[in-house]
């Protein structure tokens, strides 16, 4: 079964802070992707990897960066963290071979005072 | 670009009744369609996906979903639900197999069992 871990399941920072949320998978998959989730607004791709040190913007990339050093863990930055970044920040991995699903973490809930 | 549509974003059902969850996608290929639910305070769970083998879709506890072209539609269904089957689900599209591309998400209905 393929797993994919987020390092914190809740987590508390403050306005200004640099943050990073980590996420780890071990099913050897090439793309790896960060959703960020809002009530009312579903999910939305922050940015993705389809490499180590590769990555690629997606809808919403303002105020994010990512980094992706080894192949099965892929981190999202919050360079200056700001109180309309609180939500729900969701990973996932997938593999390039086609019918095969994205498979999501449990979900980091950050709140940013 | 592709876009998901779902309708409703609170559903209400009474137990053992039917789930008619809706969702219409808009995209300029042809497209992979999924459906995720998502249980209180946990990640997404797959439940089904359409890769056009086949319009007729089944997928985990007892959900189904039929792709049909002509109306851009991927609606989600179960003939009798369960108080198990409380929770959100998502439509979502890709213009690959999912793995390779990020996914464009419907905003999500939140389906609620009356006993």
């Known amino acids: 079964d393929v797993k994919v871990t987020q390092s914190s399941r809740y987590l508390v920072k403050r306005t200004g802070e640099k943050v990073f949320l980590e996420c780890v998978q071990d099913m050897d998959h090439e793309n790896m992707f960060w959703y960020r989730q809002d009530p009312g607004l579903g999910l939305r791709l922050i940015y993705f990897s389809y490499d180590v040190k590769m990555k690629e913007k997606g809808d919403i990339p303002e105020g994010y960066s990512v980094s992706r050093e080894k192949k099965e863990r892929f981190s999202l930055i919050l360079e200056s963290a700001s109180t309309n970044q609180t939500s729900m920040y969701l990973c996932a991995s997938g593999t390039l071979s086609q019918n095969q699903p994205q498979h999501f973490g449990d979900g980091t809930r950050l709140s940013i005072l | 670009a592709q876009s998901v549509t779902q309708l409703g974003s609170h559903v209400s059902v009474s137990e053992g009744a039917l789930v008619l969850l809706r969702c219409n996608y808009s995209?300029?290929?042809?497209?992979?369609l999924f459906w995720y639910v998502q249980y209180p305070n946990q990640g997404l769970q797959l439940l089904l996906k359409y890769t056009s083998a086949a319009t007729l879709v089944k997928g985990i506890n007892g959900f189904e979903a039929e792709f049909k072209k002509s109306e851009t539609s991927f609606h989600l269904t179960k003939p009798s639900a369960h108080m198990s089957d409380a929770a959100e689900y998502f439509c979502?599209?890709?213009?690959?197999?999912?793995?390779?591309?990020?996914?464009?998400f419907g905003k999500g209905t939140h389906l609620i069992i009356q006993p």
């Open positions: 979502a599209v890709s213009p690959s197999g999912g793995g390779a591309d990020g996914l464009t």
């Open positions: 995209s300029s290929v042809p497209p992979y």
